[in-house]
């Protein structure tokens, strides 16, 4: 029983077009996160939700829209899609993430703009 | 946001060898994770340490956080393929509200 999903797991796509990757969580956490991995394996973080309200929001462009509906989901949207948004974006979920806690990963989604 | 850089990028050894990873900030943290990510998959806690100078110890793997919760280190010891990863530390920012992590070790241990 997977803890943190993630779909797709794999999405490629041409410039210009709007993608969504949906995350689950059923760990009953209260904060979930999106975290950007790039080609060097650099993890930054983009948002952190903590039931259901947006607490952090880093330099991300406004192309970057994430979701909350309950607490146990966290889905990012991306319009215009650009060459530079090509990485793997993974999802998280920690109990108390405003102390900093364990974070649990979904597997990644590997996204490709060609 | 504080910074944290890990050193050396890359490592590449032959099986028994020993290791030790680096992590080092000018900014103090309340608290420090090591996780260990595999091709595919997201990254995996393996131990949080909090009070400066803790020393934790798991099978093989030591890790140590600074007197001064500026840096810490992973020490591998007589290390096997099976430890083959990319490492990462991440500290908690002493406001509370976020984890930073550093660029990653990737280590591959040869047989």
């Known amino acids: 029983d997977t803890a943190v999903s993630q779909t797709p797991k794999y999405l490629v796509t041409q410039m210009g077009n709007d993608k969504s990757i949906k995350c689950e969580q059923n760990?009953?956490?209260?904060?979930m996160y999106w975290y950007k991995q790039d080609s060097k394996k650099f993890l930054k973080i983009m948002f952190s939700?903590?039931?259901?309200?947006?607490?952090i929001n880093e330099t991300v462009p406004n192309r970057f829209s994430p979701k909350s509906p309950d607490k146990a989901h966290l889905n990012l949207h991306i319009n215009s899609l650009e060459l530079g948004d090509s990485a793997v974006y993974f999802c998280?979920?920690?109990?108390?993430?405003?102390?900093?806690?364990?974070?649990?990963f979904g597997e990644g989604s590997r996204l490709t703009v060609l | 946001t504080q910074l944290l850089e890990q050193s050396p990028q890359f490592l590449s050894i032959q099986e028994g060898e020993n290791l030790t990873v680096y992590c080092n900030s000018s900014?103090?943290?309340?608290?420090l994770q090591w996780y260990r990510q595999e091709p595919g998959e997201g990254p995996v806690l393996l131990v949080t340490?909090?009070?400066?100078?803790e020393v934790k110890k798991l099978k093989r793997l030591t890790f140590q956080f600074g007197d001064a919760r500026k840096d810490s280190s992973l020490h591998i010891t007589a290390a096997q393929p099976g430890d083959t990863g990319l490492y990462l530390c991440?500290?908690?920012?002493?406001?509370?509200?976020?984890?930073?992590f550093g660029e990653g070790t990737q280590l591959t241990v040869n047989p």
């Open positions: 939700y903590n039931n259901k309200e947006l607490i």
């Open positions: 998280a979920s920690s109990q108390n993430g405003l102390f900093g806690g364990e974070l649990f």
């Open positions: 760990l009953g956490h209260d904060t």
């Open positions: 340490v909090v009070t400066g100078g």
């Open positions: 900014s103090v943290f309340s608290s």
């Open positions: 991440a500290g908690g920012e002493t406001s509370g509200s976020r984890l930073t």
